[in-house]
């Protein structure tokens, strides 16, 4: 059946940046991939269905729906988001995830967090995971915690405006010069499914994930010696940004301002040594 025997990984979010991508790579290194999403109807959930995955309906706020998502699978992974489903919600999303894994027998769960790895720093999106990963230790599951930073997508998806954010609110709060640690989605995906591949070696770790140290000044010099222009920008009021994003990035950047941040790319390596840099990524990316 191949090397994976036909097992089966649920893939919470299927249709979203990392769910997509988690699902790509793990049907590309064999496995069957079961791709939960509210919307399987919908172009993405179509589009994963055309490279071999299967599509369910399933709700991270409805518990029942995740038991029938989750039914025989060998392993789960888990990323909410914030954006839709607020704080809380992400919490108790991440919560019912954790349960219906537990109750349905799979050997992996794999938590894809974010932030640095400290507590209470006053960030929404990253404080929120603490207590999703404070639930899911107390059950009978083995669990993976990925941590990735920023992901290199931030410069590029039309769906982070990059003109606005990466460009010019980010470095206007945190400093052009402060380094940050970047790390591609689809990296991401390669770790994670190594993570399934091997839950020995990786069940009980948090891998925080950085594959290149750059600020964001170098990686607007990085990025026209790519491309051979600056990348563009779009000067935005911090108020304005706030009333279309909300506050989240926005105290996470200043946050980064001024607190120290391990930005060891080590584990990364260890993990994923063809891992790319900012430059690899951004050339591959602008390549015909």
């Given at each position: 059946?191949?090397?994976?025997?036909?097992?089966?990984?649920?893939?919470?979010?299927?249709?979203?940046?990392?769910?997509?991508?988690?699902?790509?790579?793990?049907?590309?290194?064999?496995?069957?991939?079961?791709?939960?999403?509210?919307?399987?109807?919908g172009?993405?959930?179509?589009?994963?269905?055309?490279?071999?995955?299967?599509?369910?309906?399933?709700?991270?706020?409805?518990?029942?729906?995740?038991?029938?998502?989750?039914?025989?699978?060998?392993?789960?992974?888990?990323?909410?988001?914030?954006?839709?489903?607020?704080?809380?919600?992400?919490?108790?999303?991440?919560?019912?995830?954790?349960?219906?894994?537990?109750g349905?027998?799979?050997?992996?769960?794999?938590?894809?967090?974010?932030?640095?790895?400290?507590?209470?720093?006053?960030?929404?999106?990253?404080?929120?995971?603490?207590?999703?990963?404070?639930h899911?230790?107390?059950?009978?599951?083995?669990?993976?915690?990925?941590?990735?930073?920023a992901?290199?997508?931030?410069?590029?998806?039309?769906?982070?405006?990059?003109?606005?954010?990466?460009?010019?609110?980010?470095?206007?709060?945190?400093?052009?010069?402060?380094?940050?640690?970047?790390?591609s989605?689809?990296?991401?995906?390669?770790?994670?499914?190594?993570?399934?591949?091997?839950?020995?070696?990786?069940?009980?770790?948090?891998?925080?994930?950085?594959?290149?140290?750059?600020?964001?000044?170098e990686?607007?010099?990085?990025?026209?010696?790519?491309?051979?222009?600056?990348?563009?920008?779009?000067?935005?009021?911090?108020?304005?940004?706030?009333?279309?994003?909300g506050?989240?990035?926005?105290?996470?950047?200043?946050?980064?301002?001024?607190?120290?941040?391990?930005?060891?790319?080590?584990?990364?390596?260890?993990?994923?040594p063809?891992?790319?840099?900012?430059?690899?990524?951004l050339?591959?990316?602008?390549?015909?």
């Amino acid at each position: 059946m191949g090397e994976h025997d036909g097992k089966v990984i649920a893939v919470v979010g299927a249709t979203g940046l990392q769910g997509r991508a988690v699902s790509r790579r793990l049907l590309e290194q064999g496995w069957q991939v079961r791709a939960l999403t509210r919307k399987p109807d919908g172009e993405a959930a179509r589009a994963l269905a055309g490279l071999g995955a299967e599509v369910a309906k399933a709700d991270s706020a409805d518990g029942a729906s995740l038991e029938r998502g989750f039914a025989g699978a060998h392993g789960v992974y888990s990323v909410q988001n914030h954006h839709i489903s607020g704080y809380d919600g992400e919490v108790a999303q991440g919560k019912n995830v954790a349960d219906a894994a537990a109750g349905a027998g799979a050997g992996h769960l794999v938590y894809a967090s974010a932030g640095t790895g400290d507590r209470d720093t006053g960030i929404g999106s990253w404080d929120v995971k603490f207590a999703v990963i404070d639930h899911m230790r107390q059950l009978d599951v083995p669990l993976t915690v990925l941590r990735p930073m920023a992901f290199m997508e931030l410069m590029t998806a039309k769906k982070f405006y990059p003109p606005a954010s990466v460009w010019h609110v980010m470095p206007k709060l945190m400093g052009e010069d402060r380094p940050v640690g970047w790390i591609s989605v689809d990296d991401v995906a390669v770790i994670a499914e190594k993570a399934f591949a091997d839950p020995v070696a990786y069940a009980g770790r948090e891998l925080s994930l950085a594959s290149d140290v750059q600020s964001v000044k170098e990686c607007r010099n990085i990025w026209g010696d790519v491309t051979g222009k600056a990348p563009r920008r779009f000067p935005m009021p911090v108020w304005l940004f706030e009333r279309f994003s909300g506050t989240d990035e926005t105290t996470m950047w200043r946050w980064l301002r001024g607190n120290h941040v391990d930005l060891d790319t080590g584990p990364t390596f260890q993990a994923h040594p063809d891992a790319r840099t900012v430059r690899a990524w951004l050339s591959a990316r602008s390549a015909p």
